[in-house]
């Protein structure tokens, strides 16, 4: 499309529309499982630990493979990586969806999240290089596929979920492989190719103070991110089947529709808006202050449904700013490669989203309902604490902010997960 064209987000090569696409339906799949989890525990005879591995599982292989991706894509190229994942989340999901042990699922969703951290750390070159003389527009594309993505995945797998908890896993098999053909078909331009990047990029980047600081303080914050997302189905059900109400995974999707509407809308809308005005560090103090005091509501009214589901979505408000901030913060601290630092901070940040699915369960058995809850808040309290030590470390943070491309890549790595 030539520059003379009029300016706007509908002006794009059927190209982008189909990786726009393939990138709402690959952020639909984190929240896809939540509504479908309390079912899957009593279909498969699982204790809520072992249904929240499916979190972990994901979680863990999409950690370690985040630090080989960005050399994967400069080898492979945008097109093969992109493809690559996509065939991988199809053919877990299927698996996923033909299990017969919550064992099974666990392992599959390994493989998922292996074809997740492939295509999700290459679709924003890939639509940005396929955009044909708008490359704004096509990143503003990006950018609202993200949160439609996000905030649709709990909604589609409630509504799935009902009919069968197998309902969302063969959704979203479906899904992806229409966009796999798209892509396919449809993707022809690519970004021009990269210098080398080493397989060790990933990890020797930790070397570099600030990203160090970053990392850590976004892995306490991960664990309470997912303490949210993977643990807060079953104290939910719970308290809503002591009052007499059935909640399945119906509701469960619209309660996490909800959360995920307002993490869009604060990742895009707000988070730019706050850090422009008073600054990255004091919107992430002040974003971790009202995220621990959310949390700590949940962990007092625990045995109340209203309670839990209105905390819920109002923390996916600071969870949104949140995303946004951190990732920025990372962007500007490093002169590191962007993909390389992006990737690298999102590998770490996962690893405290695995632990959270992990251990809220068995925290809950011995401790009480509200007790994970309570968890989440003291690793927010440590990610403050390290972020404020570490601050010398970031004391040129906070400049004027970066180009609205550059913002929507900052989006993209803290929403990764």
Same mark, same amino acid.
């Given at each position: 499309?030539?520059?003379?064209?009029?300016?706007?987000?509908?002006?794009?090569?059927? *190209?982008?529309?189909?990786?726009?696409?393939?990138?709402?339906?690959?952020?639909?799949?984190?929240?896809?499982?939540?509504?479908?989890?309390?079912?899957?525990?009593?279909?498969?005879?699982?204790?809520?630990?072992?249904?929240?591995?499916?979190?972990?599982?994901?979680?863990?292989?999409? $950690?370690?493979?985040?630090?080989?991706?960005?050399?994967?894509?400069?080898?492979?190229?945008?097109?093969?990586?992109?493809? /690559?994942?996509?065939?991988?989340?199809?053919?877990?999901?299927?698996?996923?969806?033909?299990?017969?042990?919550?064992?099974?699922?666990?392992?599959?969703?390994?493989?998922?999240? &292996?074809?997740?951290?492939?295509?999700?750390?290459?679709?924003?070159?890939?639509?940005?290089?396929?955009?044909?003389?708008?490359?704004?527009?096509?990143?503003?594309?990006?950018?609202?596929?993200?949160?439609?993505?996000? *905030?649709?995945?709990?909604?589609?797998?409630?509504?799935?979920?009902?009919?069968?908890?197998?309902?969302?896993?063969?959704?979203?098999?479906?899904?992806?492989?229409?966009?796999?053909? /798209?892509?396919?078909?449809? &993707?022809?331009?690519?970004?021009?190719?990269?210098? *080398?990047?080493?397989?060790?990029?990933?990890?020797?980047?930790?070397?570099?103070?600030?990203?160090?600081?970053? $990392?850590?303080?976004?892995?306490?914050?991960?664990?309470?991110?997912?303490?949210? =997302?993977?643990?807060?189905?079953?104290?939910?059900?719970?308290?809503?089947?002591?009052?007499?109400?059935?909640?399945? /995974?119906?509701?469960?999707?619209?309660?996490?529709?909800?959360?995920?509407?307002?993490?869009?809308?604060?990742?895009?809308?707000?988070?730019?808006?706050?850090?422009?005005?008073?600054?990255?560090?004091?919107?992430?103090?002040?974003?971790?202050?009202?995220?621990?005091?959310?949390?700590?509501?949940?962990? =007092?009214?625990?045995?109340?449904?209203?309670?839990?589901?209105?905390?819920?979505?109002?923390?996916?408000?600071?969870?949104?700013?949140?995303?946004?901030? =951190?990732?920025?913060?990372?962007?500007?601290?490093?002169? =590191?490669?962007?993909?390389?630092?992006?990737?690298?901070?999102?590998?770490?940040?996962?690893?405290?989203?695995?632990? /959270?699915? $992990?251990?809220?369960?068995?925290?809950?058995?011995?401790?009480?309902?509200? *007790?994970?809850?309570?968890?989440?808040?003291?690793?927010?309290?440590?990610?403050?604490?390290?972020?404020?030590?570490?601050?010398?470390?970031?004391?040129?943070?906070?400049?004027?902010?970066?180009?609205?491309?550059?913002?929507?890549? $900052?989006?993209?790595?803290?929403?990764?997960?």
């Amino acid at each position: 499309m030539p520059d003379a064209q009029p300016s706007s987000i509908f002006r794009q090569p059927l *190209a982008v529309w189909a990786i726009a696409f393939a990138c709402a339906v690959s952020f639909m799949g984190i929240g896809l499982v939540d509504p479908i989890l309390p079912a899957i525990s009593d279909e498969l005879n699982a204790s809520p630990t072992e249904a929240m591995l499916l979190f972990t599982s994901y979680l863990v292989i999409t $950690a370690l493979a985040m630090f080989f991706t960005s050399a994967i894509s400069n080898r492979l190229g945008v097109k093969k990586t992109l493809l /690559a994942g996509l065939v991988l989340v199809v053919v877990f999901a299927l698996l996923s969806g033909a299990a017969g042990s919550v064992e099974q699922i666990i392992g599959f969703r390994a493989g998922w999240g &292996l074809g997740n951290a492939l295509f999700i750390s290459t679709a924003l070159a890939a639509i940005v290089g396929a955009a044909s003389g708008g490359s704004r527009q096509a990143v503003v594309l990006y950018e609202a596929a993200l949160g439609i993505g996000m *905030a649709v995945g709990p909604l589609l797998g409630g509504i799935l979920g009902e009919v069968s908890w197998r309902g969302p896993f063969f959704g979203t098999a479906t899904l992806m492989a229409v966009a796999f053909a /798209a892509i396919l078909t449809l &993707l022809k331009k690519e970004p021009a190719p990269q210098a *080398a990047i080493p397989f060790t990029a990933g990890l020797t980047a930790l070397r570099h103070p600030a990203l160090l600081v970053l $990392a850590i303080t976004a892995l306490f914050y991960n664990y309470a991110f997912f303490t949210i =997302l993977a643990y807060s189905p079953f104290p939910i059900k719970e308290a809503a089947a002591a009052v007499g109400a059935d909640f399945g /995974a119906h509701e469960l999707g619209l309660v996490f529709f909800g959360w995920g509407v307002a993490l869009a809308i604060a990742s895009v809308f707000v988070a730019p808006i706050l850090t422009r005005r008073l600054g990255l560090r004091p919107v992430l103090f002040a974003m971790f202050t009202l995220l621990a005091a959310a949390l700590a509501v949940m962990a =007092l009214g625990a045995s109340s449904a209203h309670v839990l589901i209105t905390a819920i979505i109002l923390a996916g408000l600071f969870l949104g700013v949140l995303n946004t901030a =951190l990732t920025e913060t990372v962007m500007e601290a490093t002169d =590191l490669p962007r993909n390389v630092a992006s990737s690298t901070y999102s590998g770490v940040r996962f690893l405290g989203g695995a632990i /959270a699915p $992990a251990v809220s369960g068995k925290i809950a058995d011995h401790l009480g309902a509200g *007790a994970p809850y309570w968890f989440g808040v003291g690793a927010l309290v440590v990610a403050m604490a390290v972020l404020a030590l570490g601050g010398h470390r970031l004391a040129h943070v906070g400049r004027p902010h970066m180009s609205a491309e550059a913002e929507v890549q $900052a989006i993209t790595a803290g929403d990764e997960m």
